[in-house]
């Protein structure tokens, strides 16, 4: 079965997000930035909310940035249940927001405002890619 039955705006979401996944398996995180108008997501988009171009390219985020909010789940949805407790944040980089998880070795205690820090791929043990706050 092909994309056919989704139509090109989904194709083109689908490809997008096949293109996100191998760029974390090579190491990289990236967004999406408008040819048109430079208008930067993450995470990334097929078009651009802004002017509605479809003429989007990847640009690599940047790697440093401050924990702008944080909280910490003592619940977890189905199947993640003895991940808690975890720390899920929202990393400011330059502009740029991201939420992401918080690397397993950080204690919520010792999660801070303001805290400096980077962004990187993570490969879980099924194989699965995601990216994650990490402490600088």
């Known amino acids: 079965m092909g994309f056919e039955k989704f139509g090109r705006k989904s194709f083109t979401a689908m490809t997008k997000t096949a293109k996100f996944v191998d760029l974390l398996g090579e190491g990289k995180v990236e967004g999406t930035v408008c040819k048109q108008c430079g208008a930067k997501y993450f995470p990334p988009r097929a078009d651009c909310a802004a002017c ?16 702008e909010t944080f909280t910490t789940a003592y619940y977890a949805p189905f199947g993640f249940e003895k991940d808690c407790p975890y720390i899920m944040g929202v990393a400011d980089l330059g502009g740029i927001k991201l939420f992401a998880r918080l690397a397993g070795d950080i204690k919520p205690e010792d999660a801070k405002v303001g805290m400096d820090i980077t962004i990187r791929p993570l490969k879980y043990d099924d194989g699965q890619m995601s990216f994650e706050i990490v402490k600088a």
């Open 52 to 67: 509605l171009s479809k003429d989007m390219d990847w640009f690599e985020m940047p790697k440093s940035g401050k924990l």
